[in-house]
């Protein structure tokens, strides 16, 4: 019985060991996987290439669109960087001040009101999400959306990032498409996925573990068959270790989930309470 209780322990220790590496795993933002009829789309934004070393990312610490009496600087999943030509414009407060406007947040646009350049905060990079631009399509490319709430309003800007392995292209298309919302595209080779052939018949880490559990059960009811065999001398049906657990187990189990049944159905109204009432 003592080899049992250990076994069980190790299996609890087990399971409290895989819930907390699943639950630490730290995805980094310009990341994004999607599963479609048995395949893998990965994208890694930021991985770096021969020809494009920070991936996705402007070398120049920003990327610059302009549109009418609209200026916008943004940054792909982190802060912008200025070592040249910075924003210069009023209400920078919430993204580095006057002195560093434009290098504390990921995206920031100028607008022209009554002759004066008013910034607004429009994207920060740890509120960044990436999906498809269509769904159907996973290999088109994905969108970068990162936005800046606030108590006044909500600002945002989505940049849809199109597979192109000819080159970097743009960014283009910058659209002002509701109070504080901002559309642009570009055109990147780590907009392209790469593809990786899944089978999702296959066994999750959960299904795994319980093939591992019964075979180490297994192993256990063999070798210690095998010893009350040979080193004890017991025959017939003794020779299964902790025989009486066994044969109450199933009883264990209706016990088990029949007071599993009551706690969640109550009392029912044939059942009495231990404490009856007496009358004197």
Same mark, same amino acid.
């Given at each position: 019985?003592?080899?049992?209780?250990?076994?069980?322990?190790?299996?609890?220790?087990?399971?409290?060991?895989?819930?907390?590496?699943?639950?630490?795993?730290?995805?980094?933002?310009?990341?994004?996987?999607?599963?479609?009829?048995?395949?893998?789309?990965?994208?890694?934004?930021?991985?770096?290439?021969?020809?494009?070393?920070h +991936? &996705?990312?402007?070398?120049?610490?920003?990327?610059? #669109?302009?549109? %009418?009496?609209?200026?916008?600087?943004?940054?792909? $999943? !982190?802060?912008?960087?200025?070592?040249?030509?910075?924003?210069?414009c009023?209400?920078?407060?919430?993204?580095?001040?006057?002195?560093?406007?434009?290098?504390?947040?990921?995206?920031?646009?100028?607008?022209?009101?009554?002759?004066?350049?008013?910034?607004?905060t429009?994207?920060?990079?740890?509120?960044?999400?990436?999906?498809?631009?269509?769904?159907?399509?996973?290999?088109? +490319? &994905?969108v970068?959306?990162?936005?800046?709430?606030? #108590?006044?309003? %909500?600002?945002?800007?989505?940049?849809?990032?199109? $597979? !192109?392995?000819?080159?970097?292209?743009?960014?283009?298309?910058?659209?002002?498409?509701?109070?504080?919302?901002?559309?642009?595209?570009?055109?990147?080779?780590?907009?392209?996925?790469?593809?990786?052939?899944?089978?999702?018949?296959?066994?999750?880490?959960?299904?795994?573990?319980?093939?591992?559990?019964l075979?180490?059960l297994g192993?256990?009811l063999?070798?210690?068959?095998?010893?009350?065999?040979?080193?004890l001398?017991?025959?017939?049906?003794?020779?299964?270790?902790?025989?009486?657990?066994?044969?109450?187990?199933?009883?264990?189990?209706?016990?088990?989930?029949?007071?599993?049944?009551?706690?969640?159905?109550?009392?029912?109204?044939?059942?009495?309470?231990?404490?009856?009432?007496?009358?004197?």
């Amino acid at each position: 019985m003592a080899i049992l209780n250990d076994f069980l322990i190790l299996f609890l220790s087990l399971l409290i060991i895989l819930s907390r590496v699943e639950s630490n795993r730290i995805s980094n933002i310009c990341d994004f996987s999607y599963i479609n009829e048995n395949k893998l789309y990965n994208y890694s934004l930021d991985s770096p290439t021969s020809n494009y070393p920070h +991936g &996705v990312l402007s070398e120049d610490g920003f990327y610059k #669109l302009a549109a %009418n009496t609209t200026v916008l600087w943004f940054q792909l $999943c !982190d802060g912008m960087i200025f070592n040249h030509n910075p924003p210069r414009c009023a209400g920078c407060l919430d993204c580095g001040g006057p002195a560093r406007c434009g290098m504390e947040c990921s995206a920031l646009v100028s607008n022209n009101l009554g002759g004066y350049d008013v910034c607004t905060t429009i994207g920060r990079a740890s509120s960044t999400q990436i999906s498809l631009i269509d769904k159907a399509k996973p290999h088109t +490319g &994905v969108v970068v959306k990162m936005s800046s709430g606030s #108590l006044r309003v %909500n600002c945002s800007l989505s940049v849809s990032v199109y $597979c !192109d392995a000819n080159g970097v292209k743009g960014p283009i298309a910058l659209k002002h498409i509701g109070d504080c919302e901002y559309t642009a595209e570009l055109r990147h080779p780590n907009g392209c996925a790469k593809i990786i052939s899944v089978h999702r018949s296959g066994w999750s880490w959960l299904g795994t573990l319980v093939i591992i559990i019964l075979c180490l059960l297994g192993a256990y009811l063999v070798a210690g068959t095998a010893y009350r065999f040979f080193a004890l001398g017991i025959r017939g049906i003794e020779l299964i270790p902790n025989l009486e657990f066994w044969l109450s187990l199933p009883h264990r189990t209706q016990v088990f989930f029949a007071s599993l049944v009551r706690r969640f159905r109550g009392p029912t109204e044939g059942h009495r309470s231990s404490y009856s009432p007496v009358n004197f």
